[in-house]
């Protein structure tokens, strides 16, 4: 019969997990950690706990089935589908449209804390069910994880019923092949998609930016100052206008969660990196003529412009004015000159 912890064994193990692993476990979580860490104790054959952090100090395999066996939770394909309606329905097609107009086809997601890849390749479904066809497209999507056996399983590709139970068949058919042994593997069109990677959230990580991060039900697991701290390094790798998913049931305990944009969407949260402030060009013209054809070539080369009412100089001056980005006024001044286009001033500002 299993024994159960006696309370100096938890406490020594919950402060080897926090001093090793950064993770967190409090009181409530006795339970959990025994009926999980139990049978690897009795598998190893240890005396007590001192003989189980004595393995854990000098065999790195086993360590790592530790974390393993510590962090793998159940999940399944979409799980929480109201983020992945807010996908489809409000976060992409935006961003696709933006990046079409900016000719950037392009785009970069990360999942962490990934588990066995559901996520990633949930996210990877949304965005082909929104675009067939993804050639012109640079989409990267990168799923990390602290266990190796997950990340084992992600990479293979090869699940169950019950963690493809939320799928239609229509889905399942399109994106899974049976395997004649009650899973289903992955299509080469999509797995090629995701990338995996094992990064312990609390280590350094590598220097790059994402216009979107799933972290949900990973920091669960770490004390407030942990959240905040982690919290702040998702803001500073998300793109400007990025967003950022956490699970259903938390919230941000961060110093500088102002900066974030809380948004209500299909019944749930979701937070927004706002854009830093952007230098803006004014351009007066001194007919409606030569503003017309300003007009007609912003369109024509799909150049973003917005128009402003100013204050009219004299009866024939236009009543508006072309409102650009600081970033594009090089080769707009550039076609304008080459259009013999009048202005009768040009002032920046910031917004």
């Not at 992955?186 to 280590?203: Q, S, T």
Request: hydrophobic residues 40%.
């Amino acid at each position: 019969m299993t024994r159960s912890f006696t309370p100096n064994e938890y406490a020594q193990l919950r402060d080897f997990l926090a001093r090793e692993f950064g993770l967190f476990f409090d009181s409530t979580k006795v339970t959990f950690l025994e009926n999980r860490v139990m049978p690897f104790f009795e598998k190893l054959h240890c005396a007590d706990m001192n003989g189980l952090i004595s393995v854990m100090q000098c065999d790195q395999a086993r360590r790592i089935e530790l974390l393993d066996v510590i962090t793998t939770n159940e999940t399944w394909f979409f799980r929480h589908p109201r983020h992945f309606d807010i996908l489809r329905d409000e976060v992409f097609p935006p961003l696709f449209r933006a990046r079409e107009r900016d000719q950037r086809r392009e785009l970069s997601i990360w999942s962490a804390g990934c588990s066995i890849g559901a996520e990633a390749y949930s996210i990877a479904i949304t965005i082909r069910e929104l675009i067939r066809d993804l050639s012109p497209w640079n989409i990267k999507i990168i799923g990390s994880d602290i266990s190796s056996s997950a990340l084992e399983k992600a990479r293979k590709g090869r699940y169950t019923a019950a963690e493809l139970k939320l799928l239609s068949n229509m889905l399942l058919t399109h994106y899974f092949v049976p395997t004649g042994t009650g899973e289903f593997e992955i299509k080469p069109e999509l797995a090629g998609m995701v990338r995996f990677e094992h990064l312990n959230l609390l280590d350094p990580w590598p220097d790059r930016r994402f216009d979107i991060i799933f972290c949900r039900n990973t920091m669960i697991y770490f004390k407030e100052n942990t959240k905040a701290a982690l919290t702040e390094r998702f803001y500073r790798m998300l793109e400007p206008d990025g967003v950022f998913f956490t699970s259903a049931t938390e919230t941000l305990h961060w110093k500088g969660d102002n900066e974030f944009e809380k948004l209500f969407l299909h019944g749930e949260y979701i937070y927004h990196k706002r854009p830093a402030s952007k230098t803006y060009v004014l351009y007066r013209f001194l007919t409606p003529s030569d503003l017309l054809r300003a007009l007609n070539l912003m369109v024509k080369f799909n150049y973003e412009y917005q128009l402003m009412n100013v204050p009219q100089p004299s009866p024939s001056a236009p009543r508006k004015a072309l409102f650009i980005p600081k970033n594009i006024q090089t080769i707009v001044d550039k076609m304008f000159d080459e259009a013999n286009l009048r202005r009768a001033s040009c002032e920046e500002f910031r917004k």
